[in-house]
């Protein structure tokens, strides 16, 4: 794919009056074309045809990461999302540079589950989980703490458990928020864990950790 291809499409698609609302529930961080998802999704539905395989574009998605534009990132996580099983540790820099580079929400939490596919099929890599819970980047460690999410009864409860403690008094908002998914999340499909964790824990974790985690607990 050439990312010479996609700037035209992706600029005929452009709505102006979209763009003030979606630059401003991202806080201004980065300039949008006002394409919104299922818009985009279309495209990328077209535009992905035949490109799908067993190898892995890293020159189409590292090209839409220097884009301007955020639909561009979004279609390179997107990309990223439909080849995640043909990802292999040796991808973990390249990732790391992504997780790290116009960094916000939006993109964390879309690569923590690209991220977690990787650890998942190859359990020996579990150890850059933990060492990225120790990031002074706090975005690489909510990475660590949610890069679980959606695996419900095949989620490694001894990982989550250590990258959780590493990052226990915390003021960060977006690693208590992540800890409070993370056992919410878990929650649904072990609800004894977590509950049990929460009572553990719970004079070192923060309250919304505390109460994003519970929500899903009997009473």
Partial sequence: MKIEDLIPILEAATVPEKVPDMEAYMKGHFKFLGIQKPTLHRIEKEFFKGHIGKTVDWDF????????????????????????KN????????????????????SIDQLDLIIGEITFTYPETKQV?????????????????????????????????????????????????????????????????????????????SPLSIREGSKYLPS
């Avoid at 955020?70 to 996580?77: I, L, S």
């Avoid at 790290?100 to 939006?106: A, E, F, G, N, R």
């Fill in 61 to 84: 998605v590292e090209a839409c990461w220097t884009q301007p534009y955020r639909e561009f990132q979004y279609v390179a996580m997107d990309y990223l999302d439909q080849v995640k």
């Fill in 87 to 106: 990802l292999k540790p040796e991808d973990f820099p390249k990732l790391k540079q992504l997780a790290q580079t116009k960094s916000w929400w939006d």
């Fill in 129 to 205: 989980m933990l060492d990225w819970s120790k990031d002074q980047d706090f975005w690489l460690r909510r990475i660590a703490i949610d890069h679980q999410l959606m695996r419900k009864e095949k989620t490694d409860t001894d990982l989550l458990e250590k990258v959780i403690l590493n990052n226990l008094g915390q003021n960060e908002f977006f690693i208590n928020k992540a800890i409070g998914w993370s056992l919410r999340n878990y929650s649904k499909v072990n609800p004894d864990w977590v509950g049990a964790f929460i009572d553990r824990y719970r004079d070192q974790l």
